[in-house]
């Protein structure tokens, strides 16, 4: 199929950019949206000009590196895939597809396509972790029955790939999504229990700091988030930032 | 003369007695000692975080943009560790024979068993984390059994069992990061090693946003960057795992063992076209449950492959399942080198079901009726109808790897809870990469080599679930300690300093290689090398290997070296952010790493585990050892190209295990 | 231990507007109850709308109420006011090309511009009755302040030559309520963490419920006064 593609152009983090256009000629449906990236940018090289800068790395939607906003969404028009797992049998013959990078201040553009995500790592420096050593001489694994039901919810809080897509989807910018999946996943488990209260303050504090928008409870976040983190999670944070601000000493 | 430094003592008291001998260094000298932990995986993040808890300074640098990117992350399975939650009669010794037998007899039996040692601890240091593992509905842990074995000792969460361990050890090193023990260099790429008097004393890295080539000196230097399989250009490592570390660590001195030892998974997706950037594996936790097969008569195969059939259409009488033909006692759970080339043979005799002739199918519908069987009774649902029962089975297929499902529907837009999934052998994961000893260390003193970059625990084949286990015990339970022998006697050595000749030499050297890639006047994109390079490797490297072609393969590679430096074109500059000079500078590398690949293979003329040679197998095509004249690991020193390395071998030696043909039957 | 404070902290900015909000519901009802009144006619329907009046501007307690009731605006709209201007400094450049309509709905995109609706509807709305009421030229019935006459001469388009732009002016403020409503009242549960699978889609639906059956019973005075008038 034939397409054409508007891409994001910016050479540096303080440069002005642009949309550039190509045309795509003989696309596969089975391609990925990456694949059919590299392609243009074979057919760029070739042609003596620069490819197109974006991150990528796994390409099987696990790693959370790829990150465009494929058509006024993130990770493009799929649900619950990130951009290497979508397919270009998502997209119509002729259609023209418009390629940008996440945008938000806490993700300053590096270049074209790549944005600087660090702000995620510093949220989950600030207390995304159990204060425990990695001695191995802890207790035994099975001495603190988990029920069942909890590990499978502070699992699937767990899945968050850190892409992004929440924040780039959300018209406010706001990061809340991957902070309370991380919060959650450890308040789930009584191993991370026992400084959740310290952890919810620290995390919504660094996130702050970063400056992220607000939550506004669109719920765009979870719609766009490739691995289908629930808002849930969100509503546990505010519930356990609250009693935290309410009983921190 | 290669000492592996194996401890003296009764196996199972070599690693408790190494540990209780080794020297320490005491925590206020250790606050004045630098490591640089190359690499944020499970090895490398598990050994930043340790090392920094200890007490070190400890530098961390991954190429990707945040630590947690890391290819560990993407694998799915499982953990192995001999807890014997399950009572089926595991134990630290099952595993080891278990691994060590896995591995065809080429590992070390001291390494082998420290591993399965420390397995345990593995586990409940990642529960402590908060790693959110499978459980059953009592509250604890459950298991699931893979390929090689015959019990069941793999932990897992869904299919991202990897994913939560490296965010586990991402969380350990985060924290080490938020206290200043470690400072952490996203997007930061080993360019190479300095070594100052003959021990390695820093590296030089280039900042891939600025270009900037950057000197870090440090009194040891740990690399934790994984395998070489994306040499294949086509395999299930991520676009950005590369071998540039390793190799120019190789460069420097150290030896290479093994290179030729590289695993070919069985169950990935087919390739679907010549634009293809990556393999995608599906976990070998699908053989649990799900029977490969291919139809019994060429004429079901053309009438798949044109469409006049579907796999459905045909019955049972009509599909060879030839695991369970072939390997009774295992069936579809022997290891991946055994399924890998029952697979290639297969398809070899013509009978691949996909336009490609390169597929083979991976049936659930008899796990979907076992299950629903059980889900009806437990239900107690009277009289059901077949369909009921398919689709209650449906619903516990779903729920144990609901997410693998998707995925290949995903990639293939055929849906595997309808249709059988259709897979074949992709390139898995390095046994192979750089020789160590017993604690770690490269022949280069003061650089060690942790995780996949090492050789030592896997042999000619790892077992399913033992990759994770080891890079988590080199991380976290071996090397912070076997690194500490010799760190004790650089208490005095204080801060080594950049501004040597040693370093100003390597970072010409560096400048120098980058500023002729980028100046090249050639016309070529890396990638289209690299694709050949790929080629070249699968085919005359890949899963059966024979003299004429590893001969072949040799010059071929050689010449595609040369044309690589006349002809490749690097857009961009070298002060900036670009990916095509990163992916240059890695695949220059791997041109040459697939050389001493291939002359490996030849070397050694013997089948064993991964590699097989055409000839040397038994009378039904099973791998045939020769313990006579290879029972060694082959350590190469590297002395000038690739192709006048030199051979240095370390004898394994058996005193607990019998060396034996490895049977599946 | 925090170090933006509960005060400052983006998380408590969303606390006060739900709580706020969630008042400004409370006082939704109870001011939607007492106007219902208005339907009943004839000098009875006179006299208790009035005695109603007159019980709203001096009973002591309702006075405590109705200052809350102001505080809270003012929060409400300071607060939103604060939040949005942020939320636009997050993302400082702009996507070409944005298709929130996918994956959010309208409402909860226009949190903002309903507000500001709102806001517009509440000053003009007060200085028509309220300020009227207060501190206005105001005839008396009976010893009470005689609102129900004026309220129905502002809808009477014999009297009021803008009765008909006026209704209008009330019902599409009613209407950007109904959207302000159906987006924020279960917004503010799940702001103040009070979610689970049980109850949420419980509070779902009656904010769904809330959102069109107060504000209809709003806008259907101003439709009734100017209908039977006219």
New interface residues.
Partial sequence: MNITLKVWRQKGPNSLGAMETHKMTEVSGDMSFLEMMDVLNDRLVREGKEPFAFDHDCREGICGTCSMFINGEAHGPGRNVTTCQLHMRSFKDGETIHVEPWRSAAFPVIKDLTVDRSSFDRIIQAGGYVSVNTSGDTQDANSIPIPKHDADEAFDSATCIGCGACVATCKNSSAMLFVSAKVSQLSLLPQGKTESSERVLRMVDQMDIEGFGNCTNTGACEVECPKGISLTNIARMNREFLSSTLTSK | MLDSKIPEGPLAEKWSKHKDNIRLVNPANKRHIDIIVVGTGLAGASAAASLAEMGYNVKSLCFQDSPRRAHSIAAQGGINASKNYQNDGDSVYRLFYDTVKGGDYRSREANVHRLAEVSGSIIDQCVAQGVPFAREYGGLLDNRSFGGVQVSRTFYAKGQTGQQLLLGAYSALSRQISKGKVEMLNRHEMMDVVKIDGKARGIIARNLITGEIERHSAHAVVLCTGGYGNAFYLSTNAMGSNASAVWRAHKKGSFFANPCFTQIHPTCIPVSGHYQSKLTLMSESLRNDGRIWVPKSKSDVEAIRNGSKKAIDLKEDERDYYLERRYPAFGNLVPRDVASRAAKERCDAGYGVNKTGQAVYLDFASAFERYGKTEVLTQGIENPTHEQIINLGREVVKSKYGNLFDMYKQITDDNPYETPMMIYPAVHYTMGGLWVDYNLMTTVPGLFAAGEANFSDHGANRLGASALMQGLADGYFVLPYTIGDYLADDIRTGKIPTNSPEFDEAEKQVKDEISALINNNGDTPVDDFHRRLGLIMWNKCGMARNEKHLKEAIVEIQELRKEFYAKVRVSGSADDFNPELEKATRLADFLELGEAMCLDALTRSESCGGHFRDESQTEDGEALRDDENFTFVSAWEYTGAPSEAKLHKEPLVYDNIELKQRSYK | ????G?L????????AMAFTGLFLCLFLVGHLLGNLQLFASGPEGQSAFNEYAEFMTTNPLIKVMSYLTYASILFHVLDGFV?TL??R????????????K????WA??N?ALLGTILLVFIVTHMNNFWYVMHFGEIPMVDGLKDLHTITLAFFNPQINSLAAVMTLLYVFAMISMGFHLN?GF??AF??????H?KYTPVIKFAGTAFSVIVPAGFASLPIYLFLIQS
Wanted: aromatic share 4%; proline share 4%.
């Fill in positions: 231990m925090s170090k933006t509960i400052k902290s983006s998380l408590s900015k969303k606390y939040l942020n939320n400094k997050a993302r400082p450049v702009k996507y070409v090309v944005e298709k929130g996918l994956n959010s709905s909860s995109r949190m987006h279960q917004s799940q702001s103040l963490g009070l979610n699978p």
